[in-house]
């Protein structure tokens, strides 16, 4: 009873009860005094509904219309990046393949290059020990003549001197043959 108003005291400390129409008549007064707070509610209503509820439900669908659109854009954002990452990914798989194709044929035209190259290679090596064998052999005949000639020489001044005379074409041939003869003999022993 601390904090009830004195004035609801005074009336509920009489003896006698409240009656239905005092009731009534407390909580309604007087009717034209309702009557008029009905009425200032609805007009409270109606400035309300024209003054606050059109606009804030014009703003809140344009702000709907604005998130449907903004998430409409990131749907098709999401559709457009998920395509193009699929085509980033099939364009590197592709780079790689033909990185790989590549490298395959770089490897294969090496090898047969290298073949090639050594191949080349030893067919100018079995020339040029061809082409040495063959000057090696000319020389050596070149050689073998030539001392040839020069042992007939010295035979023919020797047999000179020996014979003291001049020795005749087919004896000095026969000489000169049976010396190399000799010579040859004694060289391949």
Do not use: C
């Amino acid at each position: 009873m601390n904090h009830i108003p004195f004035a609801i005291l005074e009336e509920t400390s009489s003896s006698t009860p409240f009656t239905r129409e005092d009731f009534l008549g407390k909580i309604f007064g007087n009717i034209w005094s309702l009557l008029i707070n009905l009425l200032a509610l609805v007009v409270l209503f109606v400035v309300l509904f024209l003054v606050a509820y059109k606009p804030v439900k014009k703003y809140v669908e344009k702000r709907k219309e604005y998130i449907e659109h903004n998430i409409h854009d990131a749907e098709t954002a999401k559709k457009l990046y998920e395509q193009k990452a699929g085509e980033g990914e099939k364009i590197i798989s592709d780079a790689q393949k033909e990185a790989t194709e590549i490298v395959a044929k770089a490897e294969i035209n090496a090898k047969k290059e290298a073949d090639s190259i050594i191949a080349d290679a030893a067919k100018e090596a079995s020339r040029r020990q061809e082409a040495a064998t063959e000057a090696i052999r000319q020389e050596e005949a070149a050689s073998r003549k030539a001392i040839h000639d020069e042992i007939v020489n010295v035979a023919l001044e020797a047999s000179k001197e020996l014979l003291g005379r001049e020795i005749s074409e087919e004896d000095n041939k026969k000489l000169i043959e049976e010396f190399a003869a000799n010579i040859e003999k004694e060289k391949e022993a």
